[in-house]
């Protein structure tokens, strides 16, 4: 429960500091980085192509070059240290299965990695570094094994559950479960994946392999001993390679030099690839990389094509006595098409002005992707076409506001931004070459993630906030989006002084469209009158939103409904309630 209360302040923490504009230390996963070198493009462009290198000579050259351009006296970007000589204390190195939900995905064509999966006859969940096994008939949990790796999340497909992390596991799941494969990158971590029927796609952030050492205390000097550093580093220091063990085997294997491709410009800083892992065979695979000089810390997918995002955000140059260079005021965007369990294939590359605030600023319809980014005062939706060239914009959206939450809905889509009142932009997209702001709803408080609940009907899920933008507590909101000129909030559910992880993290909603059930977590810093249950449940009808109960577990994560039950995740176990009042029935602890 520390745990989870601990990370979910710093998550607090960054969602405030959004909602007013001030950049946080540490609010982001990806750290900073410089403008790119070699190579420059017009900041207009639109869209890019990948090369392959003709040699790991020319390979070498070129990274070194970008990586000695953005090096930093603390190490390269994403990897960065205290210098040796400035540490303190030394240097540092399934059949019979019930009706069952699914956690909340984007798109349905492609599940998204989580804490907890069903398939209707049993729960599989990650706690700490332990996955469990629960049957859902029972309600006893039949087993569970340690992964050796905190804080994983998981897919489930048949009887296997993939787990990913710091590395990446197979557990058989047909009986007792069991670890049958690690894939261990070496230098990597895992940015997000998807899975589509039997075949999960994983996207891996790479950093190269240089150790920074250096007796050196001044600037300057650090910066040389660091480029000189750069200089000596091998092929090997820059190719992804990693160690799968399968049983009592163990091999190694890398990425070839020829298998590398690259856009006109890049830091040097890291790789990006893209790994195919067929669930449905008994073990893991090399992955069959697809590996590009590129970042990455966004991902969509709706199960025909994959799209990594390269959010410039937060990327600065922090070494002391250079003048900062200026943050690039634009996100890359990669496409990779997928079919089947074959190695997916590399279909464009683009960039747009401005910065996503999550995978739902992204939507692909009728082969156009949808993108909706905030750059400087304004926010934009832009819509591109299958080789990511812009073919249609419509800007101005909330001056002087950033996005809080984007939808993107077949033709239409919906945008809120947020300062002191929250406009909901209604958006129409029907018609890529012109799409086109249909109307607004200026309203007190924000929507952080906007939920379809029917037809012509959303939830927003976000904060209330006084009319001088002050937040009050968590609100959830019902639209009605019938008439895309005038949306109307019809209804209002408010919890004073409480937070939701469905703010930052949709997976943490439930929506139960077959009995119109909505089930939100709740926290609070304090116990306010009302909000100390773990979670809230409410009934959502075209007229509005009503209280069924509360599951009255501090510390509630994720909701199921297997059956005409639901069960909720908390730190220590899975609490089953009736879902038609959420009286506790029983408990299964771990």
Same mark, same amino acid.
């Given at each position: ?14 969602a405030a500091a959004i909602a ?25 462009? +639109? ?5 392959? =290198? @003709? ?82 008939a029972s309600r006893v949990r ?29 557990? @058989? ?21 998807? *899975? ?41 220091? $820059?190719?992804?390679? $990693?160690? %799968? ?30 790994? +195919? ?19 990455? /810390? ?7 094509? %994959?799209?990594?995002?390269?959010d410039q955000r937060w990327r ?14 634009? +996100? ?5 098409? +997928? ?6 294939? =590399? ?7 401005? =910065? ?38 419509? &800007? ?23 300062? !002191?009142? /929250?406009?909901?932009?209604?958006? &129409? ?49 019902? =639209? ?9 909030? %019809?209804? !209002?559910? !408010? ?15 439930? $929506? ?47 909701? *199921?409904?297997?059956?005409?039950? %639901? ?7 899975? !609490? ?15």
């Open positions: 429960m520390a745990r989870h209360m601990r990370m979910s302040r710093r998550l607090q923490l960054c007013v504009a001030v950049p946080l230390a540490g609010c982001t996963a990806s750290s900073p980085a410089p403008d790119r070198t070699p190579g420059d493009r017009s900041p207009n462009s +639109t869209e890019m192509r990948l090369a392959a =290198f @003709d040699s790991c000579q020319e390979l070498v050259e070129d990274l070194r070059k970008a990586a000695k351009a953005s090096v930093g006296v603390y190490g390269l970007p994403g990897n960065e240290a205290i210098p040796e000589a400035m540490a303190i204390g030394g240097a540092r190195t399934l059949a019979g299965t019930a009706p069952a939900s699914s956690t909340n995905n984007h798109e349905a064509d492609a599940d998204e990695p989580d804490i907890v999966k069903t398939d209707g006859r049993r729960i599989v969940a990650i706690d700490g570094n332990v996955l469990q096994v629960v049957d859902a039949t087993g569970s094994i340690d992964l050796g790796m905190p804080d994983g999340r998981l897919l489930l497909s048949g009887n296997v559950a993939l787990v990913l992390g710091s590395e990446v596991v197979l557990v @058989d799941l047909s009986g007792a479960p069991t670890i049958v494969s690690r894939y261990k990158p070496d230098s990597g971590t895992v940015v997000d994946a998807r *899975l589509t029927g039997g075949t999960a796609r994983v996207v891996l952030r790479t950093t190269p392999q240089i150790v920074f050492r250096s007796n050196a205390t001044d600037f300057k000097d650090l910066l040389k001993d660091n480029q000189a550093a750069i200089d000596k580093a091998s092929a090997e220091a $820059w190719l992804p390679a $990693w160690t %799968l063990s399968t049983g009592t085997t163990t091999a190694r294997g890398h990425v070839d030099c020829n298998q590398v491709s690259r856009p006109p410009s890049y830091s040097g800083g890291s790789l990006l690839s893209v790994l +195919t892992f067929d669930v449905s065979q008994p073990t893991l695979s090399s992955g069959d990389p697809i590996t590009v000089v590129a970042d990455g /810390d966004t991902v969509y997918s709706n199960g025909k094509n %994959l799209y990594v995002a390269n600065l140059d922090r070494t002391p006595g250079r003048a900062a260079a200026p943050v690039r005021q634009e +996100t890359d965007l990669y496409r990779f098409t +997928t079919s089947g369990n074959q190695k997916p294939v =590399f279909a464009a590359s683009g960039t747009v002005p401005g =910065f996503l605030i999550n995978q739902y600023a992204l939507s692909e319809w009728d082969s156009h992707l949808r993108v909706a980014t905030t750059s400087q005062n304004q926010s934009a939706v832009r819509v591109l076409n299958d080789k990511l060239a812009q073919v249609g914009v419509v &800007d101005g959206l909330g001056k002087n506001e950033q996005i809080h939450a984007v939808r993107f809905l077949g033709p239409r889509g919906y945008v809120v931004t947020f300062r !002191q009142t /929250d406009p909901l932009y209604t958006l &129409d997209l029907s018609t890529p070459t012109s799409p086109k702001v249909t109307g607004d709803l200026k309203i007190t408080g924000y929507s952080a993630h906007l939920q379809p609940v029917g037809d012509n009907r959303l939830i927003g899920i976000g904060q209330e906030a006084d009319p001088t933008g002050r937040v009050t507590g968590l609100q959830v909101a019902l =639209f009605d989006v019938a008439d895309p000129a005038a949306p109307r909030r %019809l209804s !209002q559910h !408010q919890v004073p002084g409480a937070q939701s992880e469905a703010e930052y993290d949709p997976h943490a909603l439930l $929506w139960w469209p077959a009995t119109k059930l909505l089930v939100v977590p709740v926290f609070a810093g304090d116990r306010v009158a009302g909000s100390a249950a773990g979670a809230v449940a409410l009934r959502v009808t075209d007229e509005g939103i009503s209280e069924v109960g509360k599951v009255a577990r501090a510390g509630v994560r994720r909701s *199921l409904v297997i059956g005409e039950v %639901l069960w909720s995740l908390t730190d220590g176990g899975l !609490q089953v309630s009736q879902m038609s009042t959420m009286e506790e029935l029983d408990w299964v602890g771990w």
